[in-house]
């Protein structure tokens, strides 16, 4: 089946830090893959996304690289920021179309 | 360009009642999708509809419905309600076919409570 596996949080950063938070997956047929940022109050926003295998994803500072051989699609930024503070997403959809597979979310606090 | 918008914002229902969901997607944006958020979960998928049709169905009782409209706002229909019914309704439109691994774009929500 379809499936998104997220590392557990919640995660505590300090300011300028390094992030990583881990993502696999298992799909049948080829998947596109997602993250998504939840801030409070809020529906979900698309982060970035990578339709194919070595496609790397990117946008404000994060990126997550589509690697088919380890069906992974960690989550990196170089340099947190307070406003970073969100649950973020991993999701899939295979081409069936029908339906997005998101993961549990990982919330991420970066404190100053 | 407006995103997709849902309303209403919150609603307090009780058990055994039935409720109204509604969704405007993006202009021009001819697939809705419907899922739950549990608090401190990932959305679970309900419903996805494509022009007018049910293209997608999850793994909900038969008191969840849904329809779309020829103007593609769609409705969420919950009836004899659960506690357990208590979550974060989202809708989420997409441009394509449902079949084209489009983004799904998502609103704010509807924080449904019951009581």
């Known amino acids: 089946g379809n499936s998104v596996t997220q590392m557990e949080g919640p995660v505590t950063l300090s300011e300028e830090a390094f992030l990583t938070i881990n993502c696999t997956y298992t799909?049948?047929?080829?998947?596109?893959l997602f993250w998504y940022v939840q801030y409070p109050g809020e529906g979900l926003q698309l982060l970035l996304k990578?339709?194919?295998?070595?496609d790397k994803g990117s946008n404000k500072g994060f990126e997550a690289t589509y690697r088919k051989e380890t069906t992974s699609f960690h989550l990196e930024k170089g340099s947190v920021q307070v406003s970073d503070s969100a649950v973020y997403f991993c999701?899939?959809?295979?081409?069936?179309?029908?339906?997005?597979?998101f993961g549990t979310g990982t919330s991420l606090t970066v404190i100053p | 360009d407006a995103g997709v918008t849902q309303s209403p914002t919150h609603l307090i229902k009780t058990r055994g009642q039935h409720v109204t969901l509604r969704c405007s997607p993006i202009?021009?944006?001819?697939?809705v999708s419907w899922y739950q958020q549990v608090l401190g979960q990932g959305p679970q998928f309900i419903f996805q509809?494509?022009?007018?049709?049910?293209?997608g169905r999850g793994n909900f009782p038969d008191r969840f419905s849904a329809r779309q409209f020829p103007n593609y706002s769609s409705e969420l229909n919950v009836n004899a309600l659960l506690l357990g019914d208590s979550a974060l309704y989202l809708c989420?439109?997409?441009?394509?076919?449902?079949?084209?691994?489009?983004?799904?774009?998502f609103g704010d929500g509807t924080r449904l409570s019951i009581l």
């Open positions: 989420a439109s997409s441009s394509g076919r449902p079949w084209d691994n489009q983004p799904q774009h």
């Open positions: 799909a049948t047929g080829y998947p596109s």
């Open positions: 990578a339709t194919k295998a070595d």
């Open positions: 999701a899939l959809s295979v081409n069936t179309g029908n339906q997005f597979y």
């Open positions: 202009s021009g944006h001819k697939s």
């Open positions: 509809y494509y022009e007018k049709e049910e293209r």
